[in-house]
């Protein structure tokens, strides 16, 4: 069965997993894990996000954010891309690091946002790292350790955090601590990070709840929340599809888009599509690849044939275009 769109929505928390290749270790040292963290505040603010939660294990990380307006593909794209190419070149290895590609599940931040804070900060408890609290507050490969003010971690939203357990930080810091030390050292909660119906309706006492009063609810393996929040989530993914297959039907194509954006921006189209690299007509290129993506749903290989590049240059090109301004 071929695997799911990644759902992308801007604005939207998104719980991401990344796992090492055969679960093999993608940080092997202190100096690993730093320069990942360095690396990924940059790419955060750069992609105007905000991480409430984020651990980095030795063969698997998790983090929590609310993705800006460009969603969390080109982020994810630079941060991996750049950590994998580090990482083989440092420990003089060859080939993929990471298993298939990252897991993102899109929740319902009304009703799952602190669980998934402390499922995250609590890995390292599980995992057996660290026994108590204190030991908690001082590791530092955690953001629990930058919300107790152990550690410094400018790109992370604190403060929105913190605002959930009260309006003055002393007590809501005390209040935090007492909300993560309610599962300490308890099992893993597989409906935050399993698959379909379950996680979205909280657990199997749930499913089978509802599969006895013969209820049926929406469900998607993508999305954490209950029936009518993945509802209406997948009415947005289905409507901005209908929107896309609507323009195609028209007619509206990649080599439509191509020559709008020459003749408004006075760029040759055989200049365009032999790879030039002329300033301006890179700038076309991004733009066009950009509303390829957006207005039409052109996959990168497509949009790459059309104008003379590879996928990655096409891949590079929408992360420019995402940092233009609109002109």
Not at 17 to 33: E, L, S
Not at 138 to 155: F, L, M, Q
């Given at each position: 069965m071929p695997r799911k769109a990644r759902l992308d929505a801007p604005?939207?928390?998104?719980?991401?997993?990344?796992?090492?290749?055969?679960?093999?270790?993608?940080?092997?040292?202190?100096?690993?894990?730093?320069?990942?963290l360095e690396r990924l505040g940059e790419n955060i603010a750069e992609g105007q996000c905000s991480v409430y939660a984020w651990?980095?294990?030795?063969?698997?990380?998790?983090?929590?954010?609310?993705?800006?307006?460009?969603?969390?593909?080109?982020?994810?794209?630079?941060?991996?891309?750049w950590y994998a190419q580090y990482f083989n070149h440092r420990h003089k290895r060859t080939g993929h690091l990471f298993q298939n590609r990252?897991?993102?599940?899109?929740?319902?931040?009304?009703?799952?946002?602190?669980?998934?804070?402390?499922?995250?900060?609590l890995n390292p408890v599980r995992a057996q790292i660290v026994k108590t609290i204190g030991e908690l507050d001082?590791?530092?490969?955690?953001?629990?350790?930058?919300?107790?003010?152990?550690?410094?971690?400018?790109?992370m939203d604190i403060d929105t955090v913190l605002s959930?357990?009260?309006e003055k930080k002393k007590r809501a810091l005390s209040e935090y601590r007492r909300f993560i030390m309610e599962e300490f050292g308890q099992d893993r909660k597989p409906e935050l990070?399993?698959?379909?119906?379950?996680?979205s309706q909280g657990g199997w006492s749930r499913v089978l709840a509802l599969q006895r009063g013969g209820k049926k609810e929406e469900a998607d393996e993508r999305i954490l929340g209950a029936g009518e929040f993945v509802h209406a989530v997948m009415r947005e993914v289905e409507e901005r599809q209908l929107r896309q297959t609507k323009l195609r039907r028209r007619g509206k194509g990649i080599v439509d888009i191509i020559r709008e954006e020459c003749e408004k921006r006075g760029v040759n189209e055989r200049?365009?599509?032999?790879?030039?690299?002329?300033?301006?007509?890179?700038?076309t290129r991004a733009i066009?690849?950009?509303?390829?993506?957006?207005?039409?749903?052109?996959?990168?290989?497509?949009?790459?044939?059309?104008?003379?590049?590879?996928?990655?240059?096409?891949?590079?090109?929408?992360?420019?275009?995402?940092?233009?301004?609109?002109?």
């Open positions: 604005g939207a928390l998104h719980h991401i997993m990344v796992r090492g290749i055969d679960k093999t270790n993608i940080f092997v040292d202190h100096q690993d894990k730093a320069l990942f651990v980095l294990m030795d063969n698997h990380l998790h983090i929590l954010f609310k993705s800006g307006k460009h969603g969390i593909s080109a982020v994810m794209r630079k941060q991996l891309t990252y897991k993102s599940i899109l929740c319902d931040e009304e009703n799952y946002l602190l669980a998934l804070i402390r499922y995250i900060h001082r590791y530092p490969w955690s953001g629990h350790s930058a919300i107790v003010g152990k550690a410094k971690r400018s790109w959930q357990f009260g990070t399993g698959g379909g119906l379950i996680r200049e365009l599509i032999q790879g030039s690299r002329r300033q301006k007509v890179s700038r066009i690849a950009l509303r390829c993506k957006e207005e039409i749903g052109s996959p990168g290989a497509e949009i790459a044939r059309h104008l003379g590049v590879n996928t990655s240059s096409i891949n590079r090109a929408v992360e420019r275009a995402e940092g233009l301004s609109s002109d």
